[in-house]
C-alpha cells in the first residue's frame, strides 16, 4: 500500500511543536509520508525521526525552502511566521497527487486516512469553515489537496500573483487562498478542524453558545490565535491533550502502548482533593501557607482579569492552578470537581460564587477579613487563623472522602 502524503510547514523556532504534531498524528496512523517545508531545521532531526518512523512504515523529508520569495509578505498577526506561505509550493514539492496539509499548532486524536479518500466534488480543495470568524470562507490550517487540479489550473502561480497584489490587505496565506478559491472548495466536517483558539474570546464577545456547538473531542483540534497551549495561561479548551501528546515517548506511541488510550490526568496522576477561588485580586490572604499545608490539595484561582506577579510567583508550588480570563466552561469544570471552596479573597464577590458553591452543598472556609456569606452556611475563622483553617480542611476531607470519590 502507498504511503500517504502529509505536509508541514515550520521553522526552527516551532520544532517542538511540529514533533508533538506528529507524535498525534502516528499515535493514530501508519504508512505516512510527510513532508515537511522549512528553511531552517537541522538534518539532525529528520535523521532522528526517520529512525524512529521507520518502524511505523513512515518518513520524513526534509524540503527545503527559500525564504527571499516569502519575507516580503504581510503577516496578519505576530504570532504566524512567514513560513506559512511556503505551502503555496506545496504540488512542486510533493510527489503523490492527494496531499493533506496540516498546521504544526494542531493536534489529531484519530486516523486521518477518511481525508484521503474524500470525494472534493471536482474542486481542486477541501477544507472547513473558518468557524467562529465567519461561515462563509475556511480556515487554511487543514487543507485536503488535489495537486493535480492546482497543476492544471496554476495555482501556485495565481496563488502568488494574488499575493504580490493584496499581501497588505487580507489575512495573510489564508485570505489570499480564500480569494483565489471563493466558493470553489469543498467543505469538510467541522470535527477536522476544530479551532480552540478563540474560546475566551467568544465568551467576551457574548457568544455563550460557542461552547455547546461542537460535543466530544474533534478529529483535529486547531489551537489558533496566540492563546497557545504552550504558554503558561489557562485560556482554552483542550490544553491538556497537547500536553498529553507533548509527554509521550516515542516509544509509547511505536509500540501503540495502551498509554495512548488515555488522558493527561492518567499519564500525570491527579490530586485527590480540589479547592477553588474566584477573584478579582491577586492578594488573596494566606493563599501560600495553604499551598504548603495542603500539597495534596489543588487550588484552582479563577479571575476575570490577568494576574499579578505576586500571585504568578506561586505557581511554584505544584498544587496551584491559574485561570486568567476565564470562561464558562473553565469554570464549569472545576466546580465539577470541587470538594471545598475557598472564600478568602478580599474586596467584591465574582459571580456571587458563593452561591453557587452554597446550592452544591459544598463547604465554604472563611476568614473575618474576606467573608462574602450572609446566611452563615460557612465555617469563618479570624485572619490570624489559618493554621486553624488548614485543620478544617483536613478534618473535612478525611471525614469526606467517600462521599466525593477520594482516596
Known sequence: MSKKAVVFSANLSYMEKLETAMKSLCAHQDQLKIYVLNEDLPTEWFTIMNQRLRQLDSEVINCRMSPEQFQSFSLPSDHIHYATYFRYAIPEMVEEERILYLDCDMIFTQDLSPLFEVDLKGYGLGAVVDKPTTTDGFNAGLLVIDKAWWQEHQVTEALFDLTREHHQHVYGDQGILNLYFKDAWYPLPWTYNLQVGSDKDQYLYGDLDWYDAFQGIPAVVHYTSHNKPWTSKRFNRFRELWWFYYALSWEEIL???????????????????????????????????????????????????????????????????LYPSFDPLTSRKVLEKLDVYLDINPYDEVDQITQTISQQGLPIFSFEGTNHVENGENQVFRDDQVQEMVTAIRDYLKRNEKKHGNK
Open 255 to 321: 509500540l501503540r502502548k495502551p498509554i495512548l488510550k488515555q488522558t493527561y490526568q492518567d499519564l500525570v496522576g491527579d490530586f485527590p482533593y480540589h479547592a477553588a477561588i474566584y477573584t478579582h485580586t491577586a492578594d488573596i490572604h494566606e493563599l501560600e501557607t495553604l499551598l504548603k499545608e495542603l500539597p495534596d490539595v489543588a487550588i484552582h484561582v479563577l479571575a476575570h482579569s490577568h494576574f499579578g506577579f505576586n500571585l504568578v510567583q506561586l505557581e511554584r508550588y505544584p498544587n496551584l492552578f
